[in-house]
Protein backbone atom coordinates (compact mmCIF):
# COMPACT_ATOMS: atom_id res chain seq x y z
CA UNK A 1 0.00 0.00 0.00
CA UNK A 2 1.41 3.56 -1.01
CA UNK A 3 1.52 6.27 1.21
CA UNK A 4 -1.21 7.95 -0.71
CA UNK A 5 -3.35 4.65 -0.51
CA UNK A 6 -3.01 4.89 3.39
CA UNK A 7 -3.87 8.65 3.81
CA UNK A 8 -7.17 7.74 1.30
CA UNK A 9 -8.53 4.89 3.77
CA UNK A 10 -8.33 7.29 7.04
CA UNK A 11 -10.27 9.95 4.92
CA UNK A 12 -12.75 7.31 3.91
CA UNK A 13 -13.41 6.20 7.89
CA UNK A 14 -17.06 6.13 8.74
CA UNK A 15 -18.25 8.46 11.53
CA UNK A 16 -19.22 5.76 14.48
CA UNK A 17 -19.61 8.14 17.39
CA UNK A 18 -21.85 8.49 18.73
CA UNK A 19 -23.60 5.37 17.98
CA UNK A 20 -27.11 6.54 16.27
CA UNK A 21 -29.89 4.91 15.20
CA UNK A 22 -30.10 4.71 11.00
CA UNK A 23 -33.21 6.91 10.67
CA UNK A 24 -32.03 9.68 12.14
CA UNK A 25 -31.07 12.55 9.63
CA UNK A 26 -28.37 13.23 12.36
CA UNK A 27 -25.42 11.51 11.81
CA UNK A 28 -22.49 10.37 13.92
CA UNK A 29 -19.88 13.07 14.40
CA UNK A 30 -16.41 10.99 15.14
CA UNK A 31 -14.62 8.42 13.94
CA UNK A 32 -13.83 6.05 17.21
CA UNK A 33 -11.70 2.88 17.40
CA UNK A 34 -9.35 2.75 20.27
CA UNK A 35 -7.96 -0.52 19.28
CA UNK A 36 -7.64 0.58 15.73
CA UNK A 37 -5.77 4.38 16.53
CA UNK A 38 -4.19 3.91 19.62
CA UNK A 39 -0.78 2.34 20.12
CA UNK A 40 -1.16 -0.67 22.07
CA UNK A 41 1.13 0.20 24.92
CA UNK A 42 -1.93 3.22 25.70
CA UNK A 43 -5.27 1.61 24.87
CA UNK A 44 -5.60 0.72 28.37
CA UNK A 45 -5.25 4.50 30.22
CA UNK A 46 -7.46 5.79 26.98
CA UNK A 47 -10.19 2.90 27.73
CA UNK A 48 -10.32 3.91 31.49
CA UNK A 49 -10.49 8.14 30.39
CA UNK A 50 -13.48 6.90 28.02
CA UNK A 51 -14.96 5.29 31.03
CA UNK A 52 -14.60 7.88 33.30
CA UNK A 53 -16.43 10.21 30.73
CA UNK A 54 -19.38 7.43 30.75
CA UNK A 55 -19.32 7.68 34.56
CA UNK A 56 -19.17 11.43 34.63
CA UNK A 57 -22.12 11.07 32.04
CA UNK A 58 -24.09 8.54 34.10
CA UNK A 59 -23.83 10.50 37.29
CA UNK A 60 -25.36 14.14 35.52
CA UNK A 61 -28.24 11.60 34.71
CA UNK A 62 -28.43 10.84 38.33
CA UNK A 63 -27.78 13.77 39.70
CA UNK A 64 -31.29 14.73 37.65
CA UNK A 65 -33.34 12.44 39.26
CA UNK A 66 -32.33 13.28 42.58
CA UNK A 67 -33.32 16.61 41.91
CA UNK A 68 -36.59 15.94 40.89
CA UNK A 69 -36.91 13.86 44.68
CA UNK A 70 -35.68 16.63 46.44
CA UNK A 71 -37.64 19.37 44.33
CA UNK A 72 -40.83 16.85 45.65
CA UNK A 73 -40.11 17.62 49.23
CA UNK A 74 -39.26 21.23 48.95
CA UNK A 75 -35.99 21.40 47.21
CA UNK A 76 -36.42 24.68 44.43
CA UNK A 77 -37.67 24.58 40.45
CA UNK A 78 -34.19 26.35 39.95
CA UNK A 79 -31.66 23.03 40.77
CA UNK A 80 -33.76 20.75 38.48
CA UNK A 81 -33.62 22.59 35.55
CA UNK A 82 -29.93 23.44 36.29
CA UNK A 83 -29.64 19.50 36.58
CA UNK A 84 -31.31 19.43 33.41
CA UNK A 85 -29.26 21.82 31.64
CA UNK A 86 -26.07 20.47 33.29
CA UNK A 87 -26.70 17.06 31.45
CA UNK A 88 -27.50 18.46 28.38
CA UNK A 89 -24.44 21.03 28.10
CA UNK A 90 -21.49 18.49 29.96
CA UNK A 91 -21.72 15.32 28.64
CA UNK A 92 -21.21 16.17 25.03
CA UNK A 93 -18.82 19.03 26.00
CA UNK A 94 -16.84 16.79 28.23
CA UNK A 95 -16.52 14.16 25.52
CA UNK A 96 -15.60 16.66 23.06
CA UNK A 97 -13.29 18.96 25.29
CA UNK A 98 -11.32 16.48 27.35
CA UNK A 99 -11.84 12.89 25.88
CA UNK A 100 -11.06 13.57 22.46
CA UNK A 101 -8.17 15.66 22.96
CA UNK A 102 -6.34 12.89 24.63
CA UNK A 103 -7.53 10.62 21.93
CA UNK A 104 -5.34 12.15 19.44
CA UNK A 105 -2.80 13.04 21.99
CA UNK A 106 -1.99 9.27 22.05
CA UNK A 107 -3.18 8.89 18.58
CA UNK A 108 -0.70 11.00 16.93
CA UNK A 109 1.87 12.57 19.81
CA UNK A 110 0.37 15.93 19.48
CA UNK A 111 2.14 18.26 22.24
CA UNK A 112 -0.64 20.58 21.47
CA UNK A 113 -3.77 18.11 22.15
CA UNK A 114 -1.90 16.81 25.11
CA UNK A 115 -1.77 20.50 26.56
CA UNK A 116 -5.39 21.04 25.69
CA UNK A 117 -6.20 18.24 27.66
CA UNK A 118 -4.31 19.27 30.51
CA UNK A 119 -6.15 22.80 30.46
CA UNK A 120 -9.80 21.54 30.10
CA UNK A 121 -9.31 18.44 32.53
CA UNK A 122 -8.25 20.63 35.04
CA UNK A 123 -11.10 22.62 34.62
CA UNK A 124 -13.50 19.64 34.79
CA UNK A 125 -11.29 18.80 37.96
CA UNK A 126 -12.55 21.91 39.59
CA UNK A 127 -16.15 21.61 38.30
CA UNK A 128 -16.34 18.14 39.55
CA UNK A 129 -15.00 19.03 43.28
CA UNK A 130 -17.70 21.87 43.53
CA UNK A 131 -20.24 19.61 41.92
CA UNK A 132 -19.48 17.51 44.70
CA UNK A 133 -19.63 19.91 47.52
CA UNK A 134 -23.24 20.74 46.58
CA UNK A 135 -24.14 24.11 46.71
CA UNK A 136 -27.86 25.24 46.73
CA UNK A 137 -28.95 26.63 43.56
CA UNK A 138 -26.33 24.96 41.80
CA UNK A 139 -28.27 21.77 40.45
CA UNK A 140 -26.13 19.82 42.05
CA UNK A 141 -27.13 16.92 44.64
CA UNK A 142 -23.81 17.18 46.12
CA UNK A 143 -22.67 16.63 50.31
CA UNK A 144 -24.27 20.27 51.20
CA UNK A 145 -27.91 19.79 49.79
CA UNK A 146 -27.64 16.09 50.86
CA UNK A 147 -27.15 17.02 54.66
CA UNK A 148 -29.88 19.88 54.40
CA UNK A 149 -32.26 17.03 52.51
CA UNK A 150 -31.99 14.93 55.69
CA UNK A 151 -33.60 17.44 58.07
CA UNK A 152 -37.00 17.11 55.82
CA UNK A 153 -37.08 13.36 53.75
CA UNK A 154 -34.72 10.69 54.73
CA UNK A 155 -36.00 8.46 51.31
CA UNK A 156 -34.86 11.62 49.11
CA UNK A 157 -32.01 12.31 51.25
CA UNK A 158 -30.51 9.17 50.55
CA UNK A 159 -31.59 9.05 46.35
CA UNK A 160 -29.70 12.27 46.66
CA UNK A 161 -26.54 10.35 48.55
CA UNK A 162 -26.17 8.19 45.95
CA UNK A 163 -25.40 10.89 43.70
CA UNK A 164 -22.95 12.79 45.83
CA UNK A 165 -21.16 9.29 46.65
CA UNK A 166 -21.15 9.48 42.35
CA UNK A 167 -19.39 12.91 42.18
CA UNK A 168 -17.28 12.05 44.92
CA UNK A 169 -16.09 8.88 43.20
CA UNK A 170 -15.90 10.95 39.78
CA UNK A 171 -14.18 13.74 40.96
CA UNK A 172 -11.49 11.33 43.11
CA UNK A 173 -11.10 9.35 39.31
CA UNK A 174 -10.13 12.45 37.94
CA UNK A 175 -7.21 14.00 40.12
CA UNK A 176 -6.03 10.17 39.46
CA UNK A 177 -6.52 10.28 36.09
CA UNK A 178 -4.91 13.86 35.83
CA UNK A 179 -1.73 12.63 37.79
CA UNK A 180 -1.15 9.82 35.93
CA UNK A 181 -1.53 11.40 32.07
CA UNK A 182 0.62 14.17 33.37
CA UNK A 183 3.17 11.71 34.41
CA UNK A 184 3.56 10.11 31.50
CA UNK A 185 3.35 12.72 29.31
CA UNK A 186 6.05 14.83 31.42
CA UNK A 187 8.21 11.46 31.85
CA UNK A 188 8.36 11.09 27.87
CA UNK A 189 10.55 14.23 27.50
CA UNK A 190 6.79 16.48 26.60
CA UNK A 191 6.42 19.90 27.21
CA UNK A 192 4.70 22.84 26.98
CA UNK A 193 7.61 24.29 24.11
CA UNK A 194 6.69 21.18 22.28
CA UNK A 195 2.81 22.41 22.28
CA UNK A 196 4.02 25.73 21.25
CA UNK A 197 6.19 24.01 18.46
CA UNK A 198 3.11 22.39 16.83
CA UNK A 199 1.00 25.54 17.35
CA UNK A 200 4.17 27.90 15.33
CA UNK A 201 4.35 25.13 12.37
CA UNK A 202 0.91 23.91 12.17
CA UNK A 203 1.78 20.11 12.92
CA UNK A 204 -1.04 19.99 15.68
CA UNK A 205 -3.28 19.81 12.33
CA UNK A 206 -1.74 17.08 10.65
CA UNK A 207 -2.42 14.25 12.30
CA UNK A 208 -3.91 12.20 9.52
CA UNK A 209 -1.18 12.77 7.81
CA UNK A 210 1.32 11.46 10.03
CA UNK A 211 -0.70 8.78 10.93
CA UNK A 212 -1.24 7.28 7.52
CA UNK A 213 3.21 7.75 7.47
CA UNK A 214 3.28 5.73 10.37
CA UNK A 215 0.89 3.07 8.14
CA UNK A 216 2.59 3.43 5.18
CA UNK A 217 6.39 2.83 6.68
CA UNK A 218 4.91 -0.04 8.71
CA UNK A 219 3.33 -1.56 5.64
CA UNK A 220 6.08 -1.13 4.01
CA UNK A 221 8.46 -3.12 6.70
CA UNK A 222 5.78 -6.09 7.83
CA UNK A 223 2.82 -5.75 6.29
CA UNK A 224 -0.66 -4.02 8.06
CA UNK A 225 -0.19 -2.63 11.34
CA UNK A 226 -0.78 0.19 13.94
CA UNK A 227 0.19 3.29 14.11
CA UNK A 228 3.57 3.31 15.79
CA UNK A 229 3.83 5.50 18.94
CA UNK A 230 7.09 7.83 18.87
CA UNK A 231 9.51 7.14 21.12
CA UNK A 232 9.61 10.05 22.46
CA UNK A 233 6.96 9.18 24.91
CA UNK A 234 6.88 6.24 27.20
CA UNK A 235 4.68 3.18 27.35
CA UNK A 236 1.67 3.21 29.81
CA UNK A 237 2.52 -0.51 31.88
CA UNK A 238 -0.13 -2.79 31.34
CA UNK A 239 0.16 -4.03 34.81
CA UNK A 240 -0.36 0.01 36.63
CA UNK A 241 -3.13 0.36 38.52
CA UNK A 242 -5.19 3.75 39.77
Partial sequence: MTYSDSFLSILERVNNFPPLPQFLRIKPCFYQNIEEEIPAPHQQ???KVYILWMMYSGTLCMNVISCIAWWIVGGGATDFGFSLLWLILFSPCSYTCWFRPLYKAF??????NFMAFFFIFFLQCILALLQTIGLSGWGTCGWVATMRCFKYNVGSAIVMLITA????????LMGLILFKVNGLYRGGGGSLHRAQEEWSTGMWKSAPVREAGFNAAAETAQGPSLPQYPAAVPSYPDNSHW
Fill in 165 to 172: LLFTLVTV
Fill in 45 to 47: LVR
Fill in 107 to 112: RADSSF
